[in-house]
């Protein structure tokens, strides 16, 4: 049972434009969502995060919002740069918990 | 501020052989620490996590072991590598209820 998912395994966007990634989760008991960003043979590197108590987080050209009731959560990237091309993974964290549970991660290609 | 270091970078076993991981931490005291693996065009699995020298909690049954003889370091084990063992390993480490932070990997290969 996948507890978090991003459905959209891959997307392209054009340099300069928007990148939205997507992330669905189903346990009512995350109270902490993060999103990190992969390339190819390198450990994941953390990007933003969001605490339940909030709806919206921006961090430069990050900005990740969270919808509680839609157990919905994206990650906004504005704007897109080729260096931005990655994997992105969102993950969330249960109330109190030590452990994060992982989406099967986003292959985002950003193109020039 | 905080580093963690993974090694090998790369390792290619035969099939039987023996493994070990090994993750240090610097800059911080009492992490917890994780290691996950990422199978090729897959997310990110938990396989262990520890809070403390010497606890180790299994999140995965399967071939594999995790032992932490020191605050920070981190060791991943099996006695007989199967085929199914390859993968991209990573060791984590975070605070309590803080973020995780990731080490650089190792890229496992059974032969």
Redesign the interface.
Known sequence: DQQVKQNSPSLSVQEGRISILNCDYTNSMFD?F?W?KKYP??????LI?ISSIKDKNEDGRFTVFLNKSAKHLSLHIVPSQPGDSAVY?CAA?EN?????T????TRLMVKP | SQTIH?WPATLVQPVGSPLSLECTVEGTSNP?L?WYRQAAG???Q?LF?S?GIGQISS?VPQNLSASRPQDRQFILSSKKLLLSDSG?Y?C?W?L??K???????T?LLVL
């Open positions: 902490y993060l990190y043979a390198e450990g994941p590197t953390f995060s993974f964290r109190a918990g030590n452990m994060l992982f989406g099967g991660g | 993974q917890n994780y897959r997310g990110l938990l996590y809070v999140e991209f990573l984590a975070g309590l209820k973020t995780q932070y990731f080490g650089p990997g890229r």
